[in-house]
């Protein structure tokens, strides 16, 4: 497997304008995360799914956020309408289920998203 | 958000020495606990879970758990330089399958 894959890999935009985040996670995983990293606050959980449904989106910042999983192997993070404080690295992570090592997770390689 | 303390760092060991590095965590419900190695610009990778009070060793790698300090730790033995990263401290939810981050040490090995 080629594990979790994000896209893009480098988004910057503008004030205002709508951004869309994509993930691929690991087939066969059930759980998909959404996180955000800054220095200033680390890794901030901003919703998870299992089995393609939200289960906790308490993390997200404002209704500003979305997120859909259409799928199982696809999730979608927009950002409408986006602003400078958002500009941060947006990882994905998925993973296999409860218990052991079935909770680890695997990371994709991130977004790195600037507003400018 | 459930908290997770670390220290920021950065921590400085000699090649060779142990390194110890340091989590607490507020959740008293909190049942697993994990260590990620996260190198600069890349993205984070497991080292070690840990659920039961106690050492954990794996390789050149203890993890520890207090769970009545509510409190957890990372010894790397025998320190090299390719470990030189930050490494995150999580805690899993009590409540659901949330996984909570500390901030990051930032560990450097100096040959």
């Known amino acids: 497997d080629a594990g979790v894959i994000q896209s893009p890999r480098h988004e910057v935009t503008e004030m205002g304008q709508e951004v869309t985040l994509r993930c691929k996670p690991i087939?066969?995983?059930?759980?998909l995360f959404w996180y955000r990293q800054t220095m200033m606050r680390g890794l901030e959980l901003l919703i998870y799914?299992?089995?393609?449904?939200?289960?906790?989106d308490s993390g997200m910042p404002e209704d500003r956020f979305s997120a859909k999983m259409p799928n199982a192997s696809f999730s979608t993070l927009k950002i409408q309408p986006s602003e400078p404080r958002d500009s941060a690295v947006y990882f994905c992570?998925?993973?296999?289920?409860?218990?052991?090592?079935?909770?680890?997770?695997?990371f994709g390689s991130g977004t790195q998203l600037s507003v400018l | 958000q459930k908290e997770v303390e670390q220290n920021s760092g950065p921590l400085s060991v000699p090649e060779g020495a142990i390194a110890s590095l340091n989590c607490t965590y507020s959740?008293?419900?909190?049942?697993?606990f994990f260590w990620y190695r996260q190198y600069s610009g890349k993205s984070p990778e497991l080292i070690m879970f840990?659920?039961?009070?106690g050492d954990k060793e794996d390789g050149r790698f203890t993890a520890q758990l207090n769970k009545a300090s509510q409190y957890v730790s990372l010894l790397i033995r025998d320190s090299q330089p390719s470990d030189s990263a930050t490494y995150l401290c999580?805690?899993?939810?009590?409540?659901?399958?949330?996984?909570?981050f500390g901030t990051g040490t930032s560990l450097t090995v100096i040959p």
């Open positions: 992570a998925s993973s296999l289920g409860i218990g052991g090592a079935n909770e680890k997770l695997f």
């Open positions: 087939s066969g995983h059930d759980y």
């Open positions: 959740d008293r419900g909190s049942q697993s």
């Open positions: 799914f299992n089995n393609n449904v939200p289960i906790d």
């Open positions: 840990i659920y039961s009070n």
């Open positions: 999580a805690a899993k939810s009590n409540t659901g399958n949330q996984f909570y």
